[in-house]
């Protein structure tokens, strides 16, 4: 059951650059929409989200773009920083937020 | 700033042995959540519970689990005959009520079932 994917396992920026992780969905019960960042042994902690009828939000170096149509969202980061480095998770909710289906993760290192 | 908080951090137990896996959330939440992540593999929904009751659940949460809100701050997750497969990261997470979504997780608790 792949709902949501994030087809780059791993991602290489320089310090100062723009960052974007990408994934893509099939369900289009899908309304809301939320990136995630985990450092190794902790939880994931949340970053930003987006509902359905947006294209896009920005939370400071943060933004998240959806396009419904292609069932494709992205997260730029920019500029981008070393403490980013991180494995970043995209996850989708309907059903009124009863429960969050994970895509599998894109580990993102920034290098200074 | 509130945080759910997990304990233990980490958990070893035989197979066939009963595990309770403790959760607070954060404090003025409503909607509260366990998922478990096995080493290598997708962070998977187990279930919700609102309202003293559950609210949804996968196909994961048979009848081996268990969630319990025994008092006004902790949410548990018990395993009552831990196998080998249960082994993984469980994340407890909380929600505030209404149109906010954003979930928030905790730090985890290891289970390794030997």
């Known amino acids: 059951d792949q709902q949501v994917k994030q087809n780059s396992p791993s991602l290489s920026v320089q310090e100062g650059r723009i960052s974007i992780l990408n994934c893509d969905y099939t369900?289009?019960?899908?309304?809301?929409f939320l990136w995630y960042k985990k450092y190794p042994a902790e939880g994931p902690t949340f970053l930003i989200s987006?509902?359905?009828?947006?294209d896009k939000n920005e939370d400071g170096r943060f933004t998240v773009f959806l396009n419904k149509s292609a069932k494709h969202l992205s997260l730029h980061i920019v500029p981008s920083q070393p403490g980013d480095s991180a494995v970043y998770f995209c996850?989708?909710?309907?059903?009124?937020?009863?429960?969050?289906?994970f895509g599998g993760g894109t580990r993102l290192m920034v290098k200074p | 700033e509130p945080e759910v908080t997990q304990t233990p951090s980490h958990q070893v137990t035989q197979m066939g042995q009963e595990v309770i896996l403790r959760c607070v959330p954060i404090s003025n939440h409503l909607y509260f959540y366990w998922y478990r992540q096995i080493l290598g593999q997708k962070v998977e929904f187990l279930v919700s519970?609102?309202?003293?009751?559950?609210?949804?659940k996968s196909e994961i949460f048979d009848d081996q689990f268990s969630v319990e809100r025994p008092d006004g701050s902790n949410f548990t997750l018990k395993i009552r005959s831990t196998k080998l497969e249960d082994s993984a990261m469980y994340f407890c997470?909380?929600?505030?009520?209404?149109?906010?979504?954003?979930?928030?997780f905790g730090p985890g608790t290891r289970l390794t079932v030997t």
């Open positions: 369900n289009s019960m899908f309304d809301y």
């Open positions: 987006i509902s359905s009828i947006k």
């Open positions: 997470a909380s929600r505030k009520s209404g149109v906010i979504y954003e979930q928030y």
């Open positions: 519970f609102y309202n003293n009751e559950i609210s949804e």
């Open positions: 996850a989708a909710n309907n059903n009124a937020g009863n429960m969050l289906t």
